[in-house]
Each structure stands twice: as C-alpha cells, then as structure tokens.
C-alpha cells in the first residue's frame, strides 16, 4: 500500500521468483486507484486457511505431497480462486518428486488462466509454511489429509440431503446409503492418518 516501500518490495520479490525486476514492479505497481483490487479469500476463515496451506504444500513441496495430491478433487476449494491456483496444478500434471523448484513453479505459472490466478500462485509459493524447521513429510501429507476430511465432510452433508429425499426401499435409497457410510469411513480413514 505504501508507494515508498514498493520499488524495495519488488526488487526482494523478483529475487524469490527469478524474474526480471522491472517486470515484478510493472505487474505489483501497475493498479491505478481507481481499479478494484484483485479477489483475495478471507484470511481468517479456517476452512480457507486449510485450503490455501493445502496449495502451498503442493507448490513449495511437490515431492513430499504427490502421493496424496493426486485424491484432491477441485470441489475441495470453496474459494473460485484458490480453486483455479488448484486447476492449474492439476493441469501441470500434480506435484510429482521428479519435478520440484523453480521449474515445477514454472509450469504452474504457464497453466495459470490468467495473470490474476498467477499473482495468487506466486504469493503461495514464497509464503512461509507455518513450521519452525524444515517441512517434514508427516505435516505436508496431514494438510491435505485434512483438505481431503473436510471434503468427504461437504460430500457427506450433500449424500445426506439426497438421501432425505429419496423414497425409501428403493435401489437408488440403497445405493445412496452405501456410498454414505463409505464416505464416512473414509472420513475417519483420513483423521486418523492426519493423527498417527
């Protein structure tokens, strides 16, 4: 916000990314007052926060995450934006151990729709992960175990309104009902690898 700090801002941003100064300056300072500022999700939603330390782990650590990765489905982000940064990870190919760094950052850069979706991702990717030493396996995979839980969480209050609606002793009320108690053992599948 501070027009004197920017050139400062910038010249450390393009550092972290790689990129040309210039071209970090005109894209960070190139908003006039009179234009709205881009979208941004609600920082102190907790279910927002989950889904965005969920993208910082599949852009900043690809090798520890792919494994899981690969189960989140583009539903799990409630945020259209978050939503996209996801789409175009997916569209990168997923976070993958063979690809880390600057070019798995890069090929998220190019999948990006638009420049607005591409702010997005390069702010997650130098944001820090909220622990004190070097990102172990164990804290990547428990966050998005818990993007997956709070998924089949959302997936299970949907089944459970359908199955309200559905007559009762039919095949489509029976086979409602089994994928309901496959969603919810699943559920606890996942809680109970965030806690091991």
Same mark, same amino acid.
């Given at each position: ?18 990129? /040309?100064?210039?071209?970090?300056? %005109?894209?960070? $300072? ?5 234009? !709205?500022?881009?979208?941004?999700? &609600? +920082? ?69 729709? /638009?420049?607005?979706?591409?702010? %997005?991702?390069? $702010? ?5 992960? !909220?622990?004190?030493?070097?990102? &172990? +396996? ?49 559920r606890r599948d996942l809680r109970e690898q965030r806690e091991v």
């Amino acid at each position: 916000k501070d027009p004197a700090l920017r050139p400062e801002y910038a010249r450390r941003l393009a550092g972290w990314l790689g990129m /040309d100064p210039a071209t970090v300056s %005109r894209t960070i $300072g190139g908003r006039t007052q009179a234009e !709205p500022p881009p979208r941004r999700p &609600d +920082a102190r939603d907790p279910i927002l926060a989950v889904q965005r330390e969920a993208l910082k782990c599949a852009l900043q650590e690809p090798a520890l995450v792919s494994a899981w990765y690969a189960s989140v489905e583009p539903e799990a982000y409630s945020d259209p934006l978050l939503r996209e940064a996801h789409e175009a990870i997916a569209a990168a190919g997923g976070p993958r151990p063979e690809l880390v760094g600057l070019p798995w950052i890069d090929a998220v850069l190019q999948a990006c729709p /638009d420049d607005e979706v591409r702010g %997005r991702v390069r $702010g997650l990717t130098v944001e820090p992960l !909220p622990v004190s030493q070097a990102v &172990d +396996a164990r804290y990547a995979t428990s966050v998005i175990a818990r993007l997956l839980e709070m998924d089949a969480a959302r997936r299970i209050g949907e089944l459970r309104g359908r199955l309200q609606r559905l007559e009762e002793g039919t095949p489509e009320q029976a086979a409602a009902f089994a994928d309901l108690m496959a969603l919810e053992a699943y559920r606890r599948d996942l809680r109970e690898q965030r806690e091991v």
